[in-house]
């Protein structure tokens, strides 16, 4: 099996899911990506062998389901969406210190086991 290397993956890092609600907690639709995994299957398209592999900084269903990953395809990972006649991307890197440090400070709470 060749592994395929993509152009542009994500960086580690904190980041805001297209549906963060600025007003609300900071950690709202939060994420931590932690890097980016090949699926060892060789049936699967190309664009789908590569995965994003990241953590939710909230607590919603996958956290309550035992602290799990989330992996989401590295293509739907990186692509624009459009809504209400606006195009942005699905997520979005964090770079503001002050928010990503709150956030540090909420993932070292809900993961400190």
Sequence with gaps: MAVYAPKEVPEKGFYYHYKHDPDGAVNNY???????GHHTEDYLPLEDVL??????????EVYKAGKLFDLRPLKMFMEYITKEGKTFPRFRKISDE????ELK?????????
């Design 51 to 60: 995965m994003v592999v990241y953590r939710p900084i909230y607590e919603g």
């Design 30 to 36: 939060a994420y931590e990506v932690i890097g980016v």
């Design 98 to 101: 002050a928010i990503i440090k």
């Design 105 to 113: 400070a909420i993932r070292d709470r809900m993961y400190a086991d």
